[in-house]
């Protein structure tokens, strides 16, 4: 079983809707949770990034964390065509600067 | 403009040949990560170093080796002895001092193909 589990989709959601990507993660130990953006043939840019449990907003953008269910999620409002993207969960015990990723679940907004 | 430069974008290789991919950052940061990435397996840590003339395996070293002789330059080769390189290679950094030190910054990529 992965440390880390995502599912991979595609994920297909028409313009303005609000969508939930998730992950779960087997190993308690993380404490930091990270959702990284990659467009297509690009580099992964950091989105979010949430120290142990809780809610994080930045615009459009929720990040939630339950380390009591080892689930994270992220919600994106009025989604837009931009937002088609694969999003990447990444997470890491404190202490430690490496980083494990999920799979990655491939988004795409219909307009 | 700060940032993590890989070069080059896209590269070509030849049955038994070694090439280098490029990682060069500007952003002072201490460790730097080399990953590859197939289709649906997510980012998978290669090799990653923390500090200059230091440097550790990751999950998949096998068939690959790096260099870490400057603080700003981490560069991969990929040998004769990865007998699949075909992916997208990513490097990324991080800073070590003070937190958070686990934020890693990418780089745009160079895509490995065999010819």
């Known amino acids: 079983q992965k440390e880390v589990e995502q599912d991979p989709g595609p994920l297909s959601v028409p313009e303005g809707a609000i969508v939930s990507l998730n992950c779960t993660y087997s190993?308690?130990?993380?404490?930091?949770f990270m959702w990284y953006r990659q467009y297509s043939r690009k580099g992964p840019e950091l989105l979010m990034y949430?120290?142990?449990?809780g809610n994080k907003e930045d615009g459009r953008f929720t990040a939630q964390v339950d380390k009591s269910s080892k689930y994270i999620s992220l919600f994106i409002r009025d989604s837009q065509p931009s937002d088609s993207a694969t999003y990447l969960c990444a997470m890491s015990p404190t202490g430690g600067n490496k980083l494990v990723f999920g799979a990655g679940t491939i988004l795409r907004v219909k307009s | 403009d700060g940032g993590i430069t890989q070069s080059p974008k896209y590269l070509f290789r030849k049955e038994g040949q070694n090439v280098t991919l490029s990682c060069e950052q500007n952003?002072?940061?201490?460790?730097m990560y080399w990953y590859r990435q197939d289709p649906g397996q997510g980012l998978r840590l290669i090799y990653y170093s923390q500090i200059v003339n230091d440097f550790q395996k990751g999950d998949i070293a096998e068939g690959y080796s790096v260099s870490r002789e400057k603080k700003e330059s981490f560069p991969l080769t990929v040998t004769s002895a990865q007998k699949n390189p075909t992916a997208f290679y990513l490097c990324?950094?991080?800073?070590?001092?003070?937190?958070?030190?686990?934020?890693?910054?990418f780089g745009a990529g160079t895509r490995l193909s065999v010819l």
């Open positions: 190993n308690s130990a993380f404490q930091y």
């Open positions: 949430t120290y142990s449990s």
């Open positions: 990324a950094s991080s800073a070590d001092g003070g937190q958070p030190k686990n934020i890693q910054y």
């Open positions: 952003l002072n940061h201490d460790a």
